[in-house]
């Protein structure tokens, strides 16, 4: 039996919205602490995600990061991990961290161009 168009798009909304979740690493422990991680169906799933990485699927994902997450989850060891709350608590907090080292250097960059422009406008006098 093959999907309808209308079959899809839902299909590939919800997975849009379920791969976006993996970004977030209080909801990775959430799964892991309710046994998804155990489920070999769910893992199955998680294999079959990795079709997001293709760039024509990936340009419609607003939190990239959740592809990095869900590679991870292609590991044992890492599904493991995320049971432990320190764990999860840890990944949110580099996260963070990467975030705002990013935001300075991307308003430190804009402000030098900013600068340079401005000094290259400026009339001689």
């Known amino acids: 039996m093959t999907e309808t168009e209308e079959q ?19 909801y990775l422990n959430f799964l892991a602490q309710r046994g ?9 799933y ?7 990485k293709d760039s024509k699927y990936a340009c419609f994902l607003k939190y990239p990061q959740c592809l990095h997450f869900l ?10 991990e995320l049971v432990n709350s320190q764990c999860s608590k840890f990944i949110d907090d580099q996260q963070l961290l990467h975030w ?22 400026k009339p001689n006098t």
Not at 8 to 26: D, G, H, K, T, W
Request: charged content about 25%; glycine content about 0%.
């Open 8 to 26: 899809q798009r839902i299909r590939f909304q919800v997975e849009l919205e379920f791969v976006q979740c993996l970004a977030n690493p209080n």
């Open 36 to 44: 998804y991680f155990k489920d070999q169906c769910f893992i199955n």
């Open 46 to 52: 998680l294999k079959y995600l990795l079709y997001w």
């Open 71 to 80: 590679e991870l989850l292609q590991y044992e060891h890492f599904r493991k």
């Open 100 to 121: 705002q080292h990013y935001m300075r250097k991307r308003l430190d960059l804009l402000q030098a161009q900013a600068d340079k422009h401005s000094q290259s406008v």
